[in-house]
């Protein structure tokens, strides 16, 4: 397959289920961590497939690379914030644990894709 835009990468479109399943989950948060947790989360996770798309529009591969570093940091921002909603009580370990596994693999894939552009 031709890559012809950012939506036809991988990592994108995982990223992208990954936030609709942050937003999904967060949904069910209390309405007095709207502009805590909810917020956090759902703002880390968009971050992700942002970030992939904005790299992949930049004219330099290192400013791509860039753009997937931070990518990797909102992940594990988005990490950090699922693990603390599990802490809290505010998402049950069966709903955070895939996640995680998710954000594992996603985190792969970037890490992937980042040692491919810094090769070529």
Known sequence: MTIQSYRDLRVWREAMDLTEACYRLSANFPLDEAFGMTAQLRRASASIPANIAEGYGRDSTGSY????????????????HL??????GLAKPEAVGPLLETCDALGRMLRSLIRSIDRS
């Open 83 to 88: 693990i603390l909603a599990g802490r809290l």
């Open 65 to 80: 690379a860039q753009f997937l570093r931070i990518a990797q940091g909102s992940l594990k921002e988005l990490e950090t």
